[in-house]
């Protein structure tokens, strides 16, 4: 595509045919005017032909980016999205604080400078999850304004987060933005556990992020009088019923923490230059395949008010377009509903819900395979890792 002022952004990632982001991207530019063009570029690493592209002069234009991970991020595998997050790390002019915090890039913005453009690496999943759970919050308090960088004040609830990957260190930042202390986390694995407190070790000294590997720690450090009161959760584990011992296990101790005893606040309650406390404790599932997966099932029949998986996908999509739009990559950017505006916002959201899947009708073709990754910059290596 060359039509004078065109700029193109992609998705990278592999295994990437089955992912919905064009069509929605696509769709907001399509709303937003212009020659803006978003495809995919199947790619299991870095490779020079990436590298090339997004140093060009017309990815993303002087105000826009790419997204690097899929919008999907729970429909493609780990193993292969993960290392191209943290790989890409090195190619780049800087990071926000929210991937120098969790050591993951899913977006790239396009940022002027007086030197030149400079491509700023970002993790909007962070947003996915924050701002969906504010979204269903304004819903339980409609008469409250709700700032997106609003957060509870010290002492008001406590967060958790079900699962150890790449997508429990976003909801963990994500949960702590909100002011909820302290974060328990719950999964099968200890390793990965450990893997996501080394990434916030100034929590893990404070003793505000645990880990709940039995349901008997539940009762002791949940269920006792002065226990500290769960007010949200997101889901980050697969959406597949539990078969082993271990997957079991991760279900009883959900299933403790979700029949913990909440008395409800009365309507609009909320200390002063403090989030609202929920009408009903929020449950944020990450996976939506199926959209009420066997976890959200669980939880909203113990009264959670469940929200599945399209909401957060939905959410830091539109981070990813407005810091496009502007030139930004900050948290603030990213969370102001102004900058594409109700109406666009509100088109984007009816798609996602009656969409169904994306038909993949070819084989799709890595284009890394067989060939090296690109070889890294040092000094941007060294310069980044040092900040990580």
Known sequence: MNPENATFYRLYGFPIAHSI????????????????NYSLFSTSKVIPQMLEEIRSETFGGSRYAIILACLLPMLI???????????????????????????????IVKVSAPDGPKLIGTNTDILGVKNALLRRLRIQHPSLTISPQSSYSEGTGAGAVFGGGATTRSAVYALMSLGLHPIYLVNRDADEIKAVQSVFPELVRKGSLIHLDHRDKVEELLAQPHSPRILMIVGAIPAIKPITQAERMVYTVASSMLTLPY????????IENSLPIPIKRLFLEMAYKPRITPMLKVAMAHGWDGVDGTNAMVEQGFAQQRMWLRGDASAETGSDPEILGLDIEQKAREFVLNVGDVPVTEAEVDRAANIAAASVPVVMAETHHSRL
């Open 21 to 36: 982001s064009p069509s929605f991207h696509n769709l907001i530019f399509n709303q937003l005017g212009g020659n803006n």
């Open 77 to 107: 595998t780990n193993s292969v999205t993960m290392p191209i997050k943290a790989a890409i790390i090195p190619y780049l002019d800087d990071l926000s604080p929210e991937s120098r915090a969790t050591g993951a890039v899913n977006t």
């Open 263 to 270: 008395d409800a606040p009365a309507v609009n309650s909320s």
